[in-house]
């Protein structure tokens, strides 16, 4: 049994890939008044003198900086209405809702999704502006006590766990009660890899990269066009030209007509024709022709 594969997969990373700041300085520390160099400094500190990983050791520095006053996951969900983005979202969204396949491809029906996995924390995603476009938003989150205030990391997402939501993304395994690690053959998993584009920003995301380059899919390494200390670009250059983890980098410019929205309409479009191509020649092949009566 197989079962119909008709989706394309555009998977995003959050921080530094769909926004230029990161997320916790953007609107959590305005709103809960805490120094960001502090708050950094005492998650390093977890990092390298205790052993923690990076996302549980600044989930815990912020429960420690928020003391007694801890918010709810609603108040973290209202402001994530303030993140802000890259140019060209998410407006991109909406046009590509609109126009990115060519009507002979909708007719085949092959769509377009869109998925984010970040190692930022999940809530603040779902309460912006980008989240009424994505098929499903993958973070770090926190579970609230019986006040409904956050208390304890009851998810975290690491740079290599990313790679598993790329496997759920892959066999439509979207929801957490759901096992990841069900057998399913490639038949009848939803969409395959070889549909997929990843994009991300550096080296949290090469695990990401590789699983999807290693199967057959687009990565799109971007940079920030206004870091004048080139560090962002260094970084995806480092990327495509010596290690080898993405074919193509690109300025975080979302807008039409932009080096990445040029590249992301292609690949898009290549890849239904691709699906297309492959459905002809399947049916070509499975078909076995009437003889023909001699004249």
Request: aromatic share 10%; charged share 25%; proline share 6%.
């Amino acid at each position: 049994m197989s079962v119909p594969q008709n989706t394309i997969a555009i998977v995003y990373d959050y921080d530094q890939t769909l926004s230029p700041n990161y997320m916790q300085e953007e609107v959590l520390f305005p709103a809960f008044g805490i120094d960001s160099r502090a708050f950094w400094r005492k998650a390093q500190e977890l990092v390298r003198e205790q052993g923690y990983d990076n996302e549980l050791a600044y989930m815990k520095v912020l429960l420690d900086c928020l003391g007694m006053d801890r918010p709810t996951n609603a108040r973290l969900r209202e402001l994530g209405g303030s993140l802000r983005f890259y140019p060209g979202l998410p407006d991109m969204f909406e046009e590509f809702a609109k126009g990115l396949l060519g009507s002979q491809y909708e007719a085949q029906g092959i769509r377009v999704e869109h998925y984010i996995i970040s190692s930022g924390l999940k809530v603040l995603i779902e309460g912006s502006r980008l989240a009424p476009y994505v098929q499903g938003i993958f973070g770090c989150e926190f579970a609230e006590d019986q006040q409904g205030c956050i208390t304890f990391p009851k998810r975290v997402i690491s740079h290599t766990q990313k790679t598993q939501y790329l496997f759920r993304i892959n066999k439509g395994l979207l929801s957490m009660t759901q096992d990841v690690n069900d057998h399913m053959p490639p038949s009848v998993r939803p969409v395959p890899f070889q549909n997929m584009i990843y994009i991300g920003d550096g080296p949290t995301d090469v695990p990401c990269f590789t699983v999807v380059r290693q199967n057959g899919g687009h990565a799109i390494a971007v940079y920030n066009p206004d870091d004048t200390s080139l560090a962002s670009f260094r970084k995806c250059y480092q990327l495509c030209t010596h290690a080898d983890r993405v074919k193509h980098i690109a300025p975080a410019d979302f807008r039409r007509g932009s080096h990445l929205r040029l590249l992301l309409e292609q690949m898009v479009n290549e890849i239904a024709g691709r699906m297309v191509d492959t459905r002809v020649r399947e049916l070509e092949e499975a078909t076995v022709r009437a003889p023909k009566h001699a004249v």
